[in-house]
């Protein structure tokens, strides 16, 4: 049983629009969801994150907003850029243990 | 300059070699990590370190042994390779209290 769902497996958007990137999870521990960025031929590099006390997390044009009861979150950018393309995984971990569980990915493609 | 090296980038052994993939850090963190990344699979993790000589299985532990006799150096062992351990291998580190992981750029193996 997959614990960390993704959606969309690929998104295009237009340069300048917003896209959102959807997440669910099974695990009904976990409590810190950080999502990662990666661009081809690299490793994974954190982008934002978001602990379950919290409902809403931004740091410039990215925002995730997160359900516990519904046990999803999304990721919202917001003015998207070219140099946005990449790989998103959203991942999932109890603190207490480490050990971070990561989603499928969602391939973003900006076109300018 | 904090950074995660691993080496060799790109790897083609053949079934039944066996295989060592080398990962080092300079920020003097605990924990260490083996993810394994396949097309549409996301990172699954192999392995987890604690920290000298405390290591733990992941989700996909079968196939695979890992080695940390120094905090700034974790080794993955394939004994006796297989064609399905193709894939790209991500080593990451962490602060045991941070959840924060920080990943190496990758090695690529193909496993022919």
């Known amino acids: 049983q997959q614990q960390v769902r993704q959606s969309p497996q690929s998104l295009t958007v237009w340069e300048g629009e917003t896209a959102i990137l959807n997440c669910s999870y099974e695990?009904?521990?976990?409590?810190?969801f950080p999502w990662y960025q990666q661009f081809p031929g690299e490793g994974p590099a954190l982008l934002i994150s978001?602990?379950?006390?919290?409902d809403k997390k931004e740091d410039g044009r990215f925002t995730i907003f997160f359900n516990k009861r519904e046990k999803k979150l999304s990721l919202h950018i917001t003015d998207s850029q070219p140099g946005d393309s990449a790989t998103y995984f959203c991942?999932?971990?109890?603190?207490?243990?480490?050990?971070?569980?990561f989603g499928d990915g969602t391939v973003l493609t900006v076109k300018p | 300059d904090m950074k995660v090296t691993q080496m060799p980038r790109y790897l083609i052994k053949r079934m039944g070699e066996n295989v060592l993939l080398e990962c080092g850090q300079d920020m003097s963190h605990e924990t260490m990590y083996w993810y394994r990344q396949d097309p549409g699979l996301g990172l699954q993790l192999i392995y987890i370190?604690?920290?000298?000589?405390?290591?733990s299985e992941g989700d996909i532990p079968k196939g695979y042994r890992v080695s940390r006799k120094k905090r700034e150096h974790f080794s993955l062992i394939l004994d006796s390779a297989k064609t399905n351990q193709t894939s790209v291998y991500f080593c990451?580190?962490?602060?045991?209290?941070?959840?924060?992981?920080?990943f190496g750029a990758g090695t690529r193996l193909s496993v022919l």
């Open positions: 978001i602990r379950s006390v919290s």
């Open positions: 370190s604690y920290d000298v000589d405390s290591n």
């Open positions: 991942a999932a971990s109890n603190t207490n243990t480490g050990k971070l569980t």
């Open positions: 990451a580190s962490s602060y045991r209290n941070q959840n924060t992981l920080y």
């Open positions: 695990d009904s521990t976990f409590n810190y």
